[in-house]
């Protein structure tokens, strides 16, 4: 023990010796790691939306649904069957149903599942609301599948098995809509995180699409492309 004592008294005088002599010590810090962007995962996906579905005031389906019927009145008939394919919470979802549609929702976030089921039950013409993994029970059934405010979130992984999902849907004339962000500057919405110092779009888009972007790539599918046009959802 006394020569523990010894020893750190012995280094603090050398401290304070140093001190005296006007000689700073040297003192390692971590240098700051540069901002990285983040790797959107499935699985990371999944939490993101899990959560956001406990905050349904932010969806931008809830600011729009009201007036987005009147945008594809040139495709609604009566007696129509319609999906809402990344419905989120249901909100469009109950739009249609008040207007006399049977419905249905599709999402890929399980919260968002339950959510658009709770919200819609007991609404005549609801068909229910399942994962993206339980619906081929479905397929051909629809008449009009929207695929609003989704493609700008799929990775590349998903974003062709996404289309030729919601094309598989559909009857042989039906159609399917698709709403997007229009010319996105993905670099304007970007937040960063101070605990792992990644950034990342605040509301997980990934990619950025123009009508005529939109247009090519959905031809490429061999789809055929009936109008694009730009447009103000609100």
Same mark, same amino acid.
């Given at each position: ?17 140093? /001190? ?32 956001? @579905? ?7 389906? @809830? /600011? ?11 495709? +609604? ?8 394919? $990344? !419905? ?8 249609? &149903? ?16 339950? !959510?658009?089921? @709770? ?7 609801? +068909?229910?609301?399942? *994962? ?34 919601? &094309?598989? &849907? +559909?009857?042989?004339? $039906? ?32 990619? *950025?699409?123009? @009508? ?9 599918? *061999? ?12």
């Amino acid at each position: 023990l006394r020569k523990s004592c010894q020893r750190n008294l012995r280094a603090s005088c050398d401290l304070r010796s140093t /001190l005296k002599k006007g000689v700073t010590p040297l003192l390692t810090e971590r240098a700051p790691m540069e901002p990285r962007p983040l790797v959107w995962t499935d699985e990371n996906i999944k939490r993101f939306w899990d959560f956001e @579905a406990r905050h349904p005031e932010r969806y931008f389906g @809830a /600011l729009i649904a009201q007036t987005f019927p009147s945008h594809v009145t040139a495709y +609604l008939k009566p007696g129509m069957r319609i999906l809402d394919y $990344g !419905a989120g919470l249901g909100h469009l979802v109950r739009e249609f &149903l008040k207007l006399g549609y049977d419905v249905g929702a599709v999402d890929y976030s399980e919260q968002s599942v339950r !959510a658009a089921e @709770a919200r819609n039950k007991d609404a005549p013409g609801f +068909l229910g609301a399942r *994962s993206t993994t339980d619906c081929t029970s479905w397929t051909g059934t629809f008449d009009l599948v929207i695929l609003s405010e989704v493609v700008e979130h799929l990775t590349d992984e998903h974003l062709i098995p996404t289309i030729q999902a919601c &094309l598989a &849907l +559909l009857k042989p004339a $039906g159609v399917l809509v698709i709403t997007t962000p229009n010319a996105e500057k993905l670099e304007e919405a970007e937040v960063f995180c101070p605990d792992c110092q990644k950034v990342f779009h605040r509301w997980q888009h990934v990619r *950025s699409w123009s @009508a005529h972007s939109l247009a090519n790539f959905l031809r490429s599918l *061999s789809a055929n492309v009936l109008e694009t046009r730009e447009t103000n959802l609100a």
